[in-house]
């Protein structure tokens, strides 16, 4: 273990790229030496199987090139960036300028740009304490070589989605594959972004992507976050958001399990007013695992929060669920909810969920709900009486489950690309397929 | 507002007195000589001497846990005195009468109900000063359908292979830092025995108080309820009121055999330390029951007392059809702290379990629920509604939830809600219109958020737990 651990150190130490990030890079080296590693006996990461984290950490990938590229949303007229194994890939990329609107990656950066990166990068990670920052966030900022910074100047709205796609071919070593998306929104600016993640199913890599969302004053930000890297994949991930004055965030996160997946959310209120709405689904099958921790620090008065989370689990898969609600003693008038709702569909699948409430402040309310169960009997029995077989019935009734929250995606292409794709998820058989529309 | 909350914080605590009597106490430190001493003291079998030493072997390679959401000072654990007895308890009482009238004069004081009081309310009470088992109740009548009520430290020479059977069956040794404490040191505490079939006539009942300076109690109690019996079982406890903190690290075990019921009820009021926090008793206490088939545990407690409360009354459901149940209400006041919930196991088929956890947090207090369902791979068809409300008053003290939920079979339904917020605005102004004050309907809105549990208390204890959430209130609204 603790080889693994200087091995990992000494990689990062040696490890070189864009100079005038170096500073930053060597902060965050300076926290992983400090940082605790993760292990089973930390609270934290006691029930994943983090024996796949360090075996893929240990153990270099084979290379492989990327045959699956199947990772366009049909219809969606959006802005694509393109990244592969962490590199900007500027052919597959469709950029086109704009008033009020930095899109550039860090590698192609002006000095000017370069100085509003330095400004903003790791000011939304260094506001987490340190058990929501783990190492492996630190490690992305000592392992940074490229990523995306997206400025929206004050007062500007940008209708048209901003599509980041971060494709794992397996060429990478894993820790090098450690994208960075920096979004910076003015006042009175919105933007949409849709980071996605996906991979090639034959080969086993790691990635380590990590995003900072500032969201200025009155600004507002859809952003999604479609994990659907899917089988030997080891994803770890992060997002780390500040809201400011009466500033809205509009979240959703997809984690399609895999051979380890986590992804952290950690959300600051550190202005009056601000609205934090978030969405998640975990969906794992097989032997996967999907590991989803969402963490609302309310720092300042009159902020709510309201959080829906569900997951559905098949075979002898395992999920886990923390959703922790921090409430700082100013943080007076504070509305904030939060519920996790669990399907196990079979006997062997586990779900580990914890929604956490800590709170400091008294003019407040809040609560959280938390089932675990399967498909109701009766809902199943009502389908089977119209002549729907039990199979397609809890297919049916699943999809459903689920397809509640997907309704709530406001970007029309990709709520009907996500409905397609977890529709295949469910059935493994299109003859089902139509049921479900 | 504010006079009322000065002239609450000035309130006394009102068990906080110290009772003179002569006591033979053992110096602080532990090591295994001071295990020896004990066990020796009481007279105590080969067996028990070894069991002890074990735990006492084991307790030294473990560390104190830390994950709690509490902070202390370190304990050291060298500076305590591991045995103090009440001196005149050398030649054991045969009745009442015998009872050093002091003794007497100090429950008297506490206004619990023993001698003839107990004759009235029907409760047979054993009574454990310091680290000793004064006198029991109702013995005799008890003994005439075969329950056995007694103190720990006899039944292990009257019944021992009751003990031997049980003790440490629910909660072994290695369980955690202060059970395995416990069980090195332990030197007195309850043991009931419900024979088969037997629906016990009156409510058992045990007081606890720890006298001496510079002790710590260590009391451990064991509750067999044999097939088809049926026990309720209440436990009291207070202490004086010093600077020092003091350690108390108790053991509870049930164990219920098929279609057997024990309800277990504990008013918990030791000594919270003062306005600036300092003293207090730690309340490191483990509780655990297991259920066998068709059988039902009971835990009810209302937590009022204690600097620092680290306590999850858990039940194991290994046999198909049982049910356990958790009803408690935890005040915090001033700088005390709680960290306290239950653990519901369940192993065998179609399990129940109700969790209804209040929480009341006052002044600069915090108040922390920590539960565990846990649904195992034959849970099948078991079914868990866990519901914990807290409620904050003043804006210097805490609230928080960390439930754990955890299952592994799919026919397995876990059900958890848990709200947190001060008394509403709008019920306080409803009360108030209605000429009610506001002091009183505060009052008022706090007893009716721990109904739900206040209904599952025996009635003495309900109308005594009523009121000490009361006096703990009074004033600390604004």
Not at chain 1, 86 to 92: I, V
Not at chain 2, 50 to 70: C, D, S
Not at chain 2, 284 to 305: D, L, M, P, Y
Not at chain 2, 448 to 473: D, N, T, Y
Request: with cysteine.
């Amino acid at each position: 273990m603790s080889d693994l651990r200087e091995t990992v150190v000494a990689t990062a130490t040696q490890w070189t790229s864009l100079p005038w990030l170096a500073p930053y890079r060597e902060q965050s080296l300076a926290r992983v030496k400090a940082g605790q590693w993760p292990e089973l006996r930390q609270e934290h990461w006691m029930h994943s199987p983090v024996r796949r984290l360090h075996a893929a950490l240990a153990t270099p990938t084979p290379s492989d090139t990327l045959t699956d590229k199947t990772d366009s949303i049909p219809a969606l007229d959006a802005m694509r960036v393109v990244f592969v194994d962490g590199a900007f890939d500027a052919d597959a990329s469709t950029v086109a300028a704009m008033d009020g609107l930095t899109l550039v990656t860090f590698s192609e950066a002006t000095a000017d740009e370069q100085s509003r990166i330095v400004t903003h990068l790791g000011s939304c990670l260094n506001q987490a304490d340190k058990r929501e920052r783990h190492i492996m966030a630190d490690l992305n900022g000592a392992m940074l070589s490229d990523g995306l910074f997206i400025q929206v100047d004050k007062n500007v709205q940008i209708s048209r989605p901003i599509e980041v796609v971060y494709r794992t071919t397996g060429a990478a070593t894993g820790l090098n594959n450690a994208p960075r998306l920096l979004v910076v929104l003015g006042t009175h600016a919105e933007a949409t972004v849709i980071e996605q993640f996906v991979n090639n199913a034959a080969g086993s890599a790691v990635v380590n992507a990590v995003a900072e969302l500032v969201i200025g004053d009155n600004a507002t930000l859809k952003h999604y976050r479609l994990g659907v890297d899917q089988h030997a994949m080891v994803h770890v991930g992060a997002v780390h958001v500040v809201l400011k004055n009466n500033a809205n965030l509009k979240g959703f996160i997809l984690a399609l399990g895999s051979h380890f997946k986590r992804t952290d959310m950690v959300v600051h209120h550190t202005g009056q007013g601000s609205h934090c709405d978030v969405t998640g689904l975990y969906l794992t099958r097989g032997e996967e695992h999907s590991d989803l921790n969402a963490c609302i620090e309310h720092r300042t008065p009159h902020c709510f929060t309201d959080e829906v989370f569900r997951g559905i689990l098949a075979d002898k898969s395992k999920a886990i669920f923390n959703g922790r609600i921090h409430i700082h003693p100013q943080a007076q008038k504070t509305l904030a909810n939060l519920s996790n709702k669990n399907l196990l569909l079979d006997q062997g699948a586990e779900i580990y969920t914890k929604p956490e409430l800590e709170i400091y402040a008294d003019d407040v309310r809040c609560a959280h709900g938390a089932t675990v169960s399967q498909i109701q009997s009766d809902a199943l029995y009502y389908l089977q009486t119209r002549g729907i077989g039990r199979k397609e019935a809890e297919i049916m009734l699943s999809y459903g489950f689920i397809n509640e929250l997907l309704n709530t995606i406001s970007v029309a292409p990709l709520r009907a690309h996500l409905q397609s794709v977890l529709a295949v998820q469910f059935t493994r058989d299109s003859a089902i397929l139509e049921h479900l529309g | 507002m504010s006079d009322s909350i000065d002239q609450y914080l000035k309130k006394d605590y009102e068990a906080g007195f110290v009772s003179d009597i002569d006591a033979e106490t053992l110096a602080p430190g532990l090591n295994e000589d001071v295990v020896r001493f004990i066990s020796a003291k009481k007279g105590e079998p080969e067996w028990l001497l070894a069991w002890r030493l074990k735990a006492f072997a084991i307790w030294k390679e473990m560390t104190e846990p830390t994950w709690a959401h509490v902070h202390y000072p370190e304990i050291d654990f060298q500076n305590i005195s591991y045995y103090s007895a009440p001196k005149s308890m050398d030649s054991r009482p045969k009745s009442l009468d015998e009872v050093d009238p002091e003794l007497l004069a100090v429950y008297e004081k506490l206004g619990i109900p023993l001698h003839e009081r107990a004759a009235l309310a029907g409760v047979a009470v054993d009574v454990v000063f310091d680290s000793v088992s004064v006198t029991t109740t109702f013995r005799e009548k008890l003994k005439e359908v075969g329950i056995i009520f007694m103190p720990i430290s006899e039944a292990v020479h009257e019944h021992p292979e009751l003990v031997k059977k049980y003790m440490g069956s629910v909660v072994p040794q290695r369980d955690n830092y202060y059970a395995a404490l416990n069980s090195a040191v332990f030197s007195d505490g309850s043991f009931v025995y419900i024979p088969k079939g037997v629906r016990c006539p009156m409510e058992l009942s045990t007081y606890f108080r720890i006298n001496e300076a510079n002790t710590g109690q260590f009391e451990r109690t064991l509750i067999v309820a044999d097939e088809g019996s049926h026990v309720s079982y209440l436990e009291g406890c207070t202490a004086p009121m010093r600077d020092e903190n003091q350690l108390h690290a108790a053991v509870v075990e049930l164990v219920a055999l098929d279609n057997a019921e024990i309800k277990y009820s504990t008013v918990q009021n030791w000594y919270p330390g003062d306005k600036e926090g300092k003293g207090g008793i730690y309340n490191f206490v483990t509780k655990r029951g297991i259920c066998h088939t068709n059988a039902k545990i009971s835990w009810t407690q209302v937590e009022t007392g204690s600097a620092v409360t680290w306590k999850y009354p858990s039940c194991i459901l290994k046999g198909d059809n049982s049910i356990g149940e958790f009803y408690s209400v935890a005040l915090t006041n001033n700088y005390q702290q709680a960290d306290t919930g239950t653990k519901m196991i369940h192993l065998g088929k179609n399990t129940r379990s109700t969790i209804i956890s209040k929480g009341i947090s006052a002044g600069k207090s915090q108040g922390s629920y920590r539960g565990l369902v846990k649904m195992n791979p034959g849970a099948s068809g078991a079914r868990n509604y866990t519901q914990c409300d807290s409620l904050l008053i003043g804006d210097q003290c805490g609230a928080h939830t960390f439930p754990y939920i955890e299952s592994k079979n799919p026919s397995a339904v876990v059900e958890h809600e848990a709200t947190t917020s001060k008394v509403s605005d709008d019920q306080l102004f409803l009360c108030q219109q209605r000429g009610i004050t506001q002091e009183k309907a505060v009052s008022m809105i706090v007893n009716g958020f721990c109904k739900e549990v206040f209904k599952e208390l025996p009635m003495e204890f309900a109308v005594e737990a009523g009121k000490l959430l009361e006096v703990s209130l009074e004033g600390s609204v604004g």
